[in-house]
């Protein structure tokens, strides 16, 4: 059993930034991606980004390309942050950190077994 704690969610303006966090606890051993979703009120899971905690590698969704990063902390292990930059009002949603025994391009949220409770991100015109 993988858990996962998000934080760094807030209410900001668009164009301002924010960086949310992914701390990993339990049995990450066979953990192999780390993969960031987003839910606003009434829309489905919606894919944002993923890391390979093996070699780093990120992957975006189009939306999100170009203005935020994914990356892992060099010093403390099991911990991912997504910095998010020049914000837009259709940021808004509950974001979510999953963890899967996966590789590869995955954005199917279905194929990640873990997941945390969710940070809120709102960002206002």
């Known amino acids: 059993q993988v858990q996962l704690v998000e934080s760094g969610g807030g209410l900001v303006q668009a164009g301002d930034s924010l960086r949310l966090s992914c701390a990993a606890s339990?049995?990450?051993?066979?953990?192999?991606?780390i993969g960031w979703f987003r839910q606003a009120p009434g829309k489905e899971r919606e894919f944002v980004a993923h890391?390979?905690?093996?070699?780093?590698?990120?992957?975006y969704a189009d939306s999100v390309k170009g203005r935020f990063t994914l990356s892992r902390h060099n010093a403390v292990k099991n911990t991912v942050y997504l910095q998010m930059n020049s914000l837009k009002p259709e940021d808004t949603a509950l974001y979510y950190c999953?963890?899967?025994?996966?590789?590869?391009?995955?954005?199917?949220?279905?194929?990640?077994?873990?997941w945390g409770q969710g940070t809120q991100v709102t960002v206002s015109s």
């Open positions: 999953a963890a899967g025994a996966i590789v590869g391009v995955i954005t199917d949220p279905s194929a990640f077994s873990s």
């Open positions: 339990g049995r990450t051993s066979g953990v192999y991606l």
């Open positions: 890391i390979s905690w093996s070699d780093g590698t990120a992957y």
